[in-house]
């Protein structure tokens, strides 16, 4: 993972401050997460020190700094999601993978990202599980949903 890193910052040859963005998402694309160790590489590079470029990348919630689980499930918060329930879902499934939100479970299955709107407001509340909508989920569907996965087989 470390040579990937290097590689993406000789591309950037003569890179500045300016280009810290830049430079993580493309880490970001090539690993899934933005590693402790990329963090200090970039910094070396960019002279700029960790704490300023984790600075950065906490302020965007688009940056992740845990690799994503097999199964990754988006809970949108919307505001026709909000309204029908979202909030509960988002914590019985936390409860039942026993992980928190931008978070991934311990055996690395899954993995909850939080969204502003996937775009199905009409069927809301929604989860997006590795880019399957489930539309009017409860509390009670989300442990069928994630039992789904959970027993699927590759």
């Known amino acids: 993972m470390l040579k990937e890193i290097d590689i993406i910052l000789d591309e950037h040859e003569g890179a ?5 963005i830049p ?5 970001q694309e090539n690993q899934g997460y933005i590693s402790e160790n990329a963090i200090v590489k970039v ?7 960790t704490s300023k470029i984790y600075g950065v990348a906490t302020f965007y919630n688009q940056f992740r700094f845990e690799p994503k689980g097999k199964h990754h499930i988006q ?3 919307g505001t026709a999601c909000h309204v029908l329930g979202s909030s509960t879902v988002l914590d019985q ?10 978070q991934t479970t311990r055996d690395g299955m899954f993995s909850i990202e939080v969204v502003a709107c996937i775009g199905a407001c009409g069927l809301a509340p929604v989860i997006c599980v590795d880019g399957e909508f489930y539309a009017k989920v409860t ?16």
């Open 16 to 20: 500045a401050r300016e280009d810290l």
């Open 43 to 49: 910094g070396d590079y960019l002279n700029l020190p």
């Open 139 to 154: 509390s009670d569907s989300i442990k069928e949903i994630v039992e789904t996965y959970r027993n699927k087989i590759d």
């Open 93 to 102: 499934l936390e409860k039942h993978l026993k992980t928190k939100a931008d």
């Open 75 to 77: 809970v949108c918060r």
């Open 23 to 27: 430079i993580l998402q493309e880490i």
